[in-house]
């Protein structure tokens, strides 16, 4: 069934326990009918996510109508799990009235063979029946009904990725809602809603956005089709390296260098990008930070050896910022959109120097795009994405974007607030921030407690120097996840701020037991417990110890005593390292849990591994903490009998 938002100008809604994921709005838009549905057709016009739409055939009907075939593509928004596509047949109908209904479905499969063949490096999604509705409103415009229903094979990602793929919200966010912002933006052009500088047209900000969003997709996808292809690893997992030989992938032909400097034919693009989860961290806070701060998280050391190792071109061509490198404290505001999307133009203070004969100019600047920067929004991501610039501006510039996106991962993004609660969604039709912004009964806003930062930033180079540039590329990107994950503990409400700052307590016994928690898990469930996984003792246990599941491990005597937990397990029992031996075991259980407790902890020592539904622990206070479930395993040890639990996305 669907739950509607407030009653008002525009309704929307989300699906709840149907098949796929589905949303629907409705919203007045100041265009008449048959522009909606040429724009609304039109996807790679306004859906940043849609890489590709192809018509593959098209007929009239004897009603009028226009029956079309087609192949969409879209963008995975994360480096971890692959794009999706879609095959799907298209009806137009014309109605009395200049009433217009477009109707959209997965072609069926014929005798068991599609109609477009499976694309490699895709993941083949359904389309099961969406469309829109257009209705003439007199003189006003248009009453416009959107309805978006996919299957996006959620079981195909990782699992902690399925909640993303099974996001009736973001759905919303992304397509049905973003659909009726960009009627509305085009609708209110006229009228200058939308604040403007340095003279642009509106069509010319619209563009700059729209290439500088496609641009970073194409960075964090990096498809073959579109000419990248990966460099080897350096034996660790956490950053990857892809180099596009082709220079008109981000540059359209265009010059590549801001100081009148000319790549080699030779040259190209190397991207390093990395994905990454976080917890308790909103996705607009994060973003508006790194936008406000970005001192925070560029290193000046790390240029400073990228200046020695590559040469400056690259910084004046690729604005990272380089060692003497400030920025102007109050950037450009060049547009501000209704959904709080900003364009700006932040100008890089460095001192002029001298390089090949040459001197290099003592100002650069970057064009920076900032989305998604309202506070705790269901179901919308948050991204800052900047790209180096010359002072004049046009739409064919060359860009070159990097940057950062945080996408929202909660599967109870609606439900998980409570039944009471909905979704404020009339603002967005009216003229308003146009979030979706989840409601209590308290008023205060509430956030996602996970999300997936993804960074991808991109050097041009020279064929014959991408080993060098890879190298410090992985330092550079690895220097700033650190710098950025820093900045997200400092952003988080942390639940156990006041036992202060902790020391991992990382003595040799414990770096034992830890590689053998992770060994085990990895023999009974065949995959590495995290991504990252390292083959040094110091290393996992780092990645262990700040793993957002509280993990703990108990050894068996009498009765289970806790002997292990990280750093989400500390929080969720409300205690420090040094008082974790004071905890009782059975006293971090509720009435339902000490019924079950034992008997599950006997099965997991007898099976090896077990499965527990959602429940709830109690932390030293006495505080309730929910968990959605759990996964434990034993861990062999020559003295003792230990198990490890694990509770998945914990909460009080």
């Known amino acids: 069934g669907m739950k509607p938002g407030p009653d008002s100008i525009g309704i929307v809604a989300i699906s709840h326990g149907c098949d796929g994921i589905a949303a629907r709005a409705c919203g007045l838009v100041g265009l008449e009918p048959f522009k909606i549905a040429k724009l609304l057709k039109d996807r790679t016009s306004w859906l940043r996510d849609c890489r590709r739409m192809d018509v593959l055939a098209e007929f009239n009907t004897d009603a009028g109508g226009l029956l079309e075939l087609l192949y969409i593509q879209m963008y995975t928004p994360t480096t971890l799990a692959l794009p999706r596509d879609f095959c799907t047949l298209r009806y137009t109908s014309f109605l009395e009235g200049r009433n217009v209904v477009v ?51 959620p079981g195909s990602v990782p699992e902690v990725l399925r909640p993303l793929y099974d996001s009736p919200s973001v759905l919303a966010q992304n397509m049905t809602v973003g659909a009726l912002r960009y009627l509305q933006s085009l609708g209110q052009e006229a009228e200058a809603d939308l604040a403007l500088g340095q003279g642009l047209q509106l069509p010319v900000i619209r563009t700059l956005c729209q290439r500088m969003a496609r641009s970073f997709n194409e960075a964090v996808n990096s498809l073959p089709d579109d000419g990248w292809s990966s460099l080897a690893s350096d034996g660790m997992d956490d950053v990857s390296i ?87 404290p109050v950037p450009l505001l060049l547009a501000h959109s209704l959904e709080q999307e900003l364009l700006e133009l932040l100008q890089m203070e460095c001192s002029a120097f001298v390089q090949d004969g040459a001197v290099l100019p003592k100002d650069q600047f970057l064009m920076q795009l900032c989305t998604g920067l309202d506070e705790s929004p269901v179901g919308a991501s948050a991204q800052l994405v900047f790209a180096p610039v010359n002072v004049s501006i046009s739409e064919d510039m060359p860009l070159l974007p990097s940057g950062f996106r945080v996408v929202p991962l909660d599967n109870n993004l609606l439900d998980g607030y409570g039944a009471s609660r909905t979704l404020d969604l009339a603002s967005a039709l009216e003229g308003g921030s146009g979030v979706v912004t989840p409601v209590g009964d308290s008023g205060i806003s509430t956030f996602p407690s996970r999300s997936i930062l993804t960074i991808a930033f991109q050097f041009p180079c020279e064929v014959h120097s991408y080993e060098i540039v890879a190298s410090f590329a992985r330092k550079y990107l690895r220097t700033i996840v650190a710098s950025v994950l820093r900045v997200a503990m400092a952003l988080v409400p942390n639940l156990s701020s006041k036992f202060g700052q902790r020391q991992l307590p990382g003595t040799p016994e414990l770096l034992m037991l830890v590689q053998r928690i992770l060994q085990a898990y990895r023999e009974w469930f065949g995959v590495d417990l995290m991504r990252g996984h390292t083959a040094t003792i110091n290393g996992s246990f780092k990645l262990l110890w700040h793993h957002p599941d509280a993990i703990f491990c108990y050894v068996w005597k009498s009765f289970p005593d806790i002997i292990f937990a990280n750093q989400s397990g500390l929080d969720m029992l409300e205690t420090t390292p040094d008082a974790l031996q004071t905890v009782s075991w059975d006293k971090t259980l509720d009435e339902n849990g000490r019924k079950t407790a034992y008997s599950e902890f006997a099965d997991v020592m007898q099976q090896g591994f077990g499965y527990l539904p959602a429940g709830m622990r109690l932390s030293s206070t006495g505080r309730p903490a929910a968990y959605e479930r759990a996964i434990a395993w034993r861990v062999d040890s020559e003295t003792m009998q230990c198990a490890a639990f694990m509770y998945l996305n914990w909460s009080f």
């Open 242 to 328: 892809v180099v596009n030989a082709s220079v008109s992938s981000g540059f359209s032909g265009q010059q590549l260098s801001l100081s009148d400097k000319l790549l080699s034919i030779n040259g190209g693009v190397l991207c390093a990008k990395t994905s990454m989860l976080l917890q308790n961290v909103p996705p607009a806070l994060l973003i508006r930070f790194l936008r406000e701060h970005r001192s925070e998280w560029a290193d000046s050391e790390v240029d400073a050896e990228g200046t020695a190792t590559i040469g400056s071109t690259i910084y004046d061509v690729s604005g990272f910022g380089r060692l003497g490198v400030s920025y102007a």
């Open 103 to 153: 109707c959209e479905r997965t072609f069926p499969v014929v005798n068991g063979v599609p109609t477009v063949a499976p694309v490699e490096h895709f993941v083949r999604a359904e389309m099961k029946s969406s469309g829109f509705l257009i209705r003439s409103y007199g003189s006003v415009g248009s009453i416009v009904h959107i309805v978006d229903h996919l299957d996006l094979q």
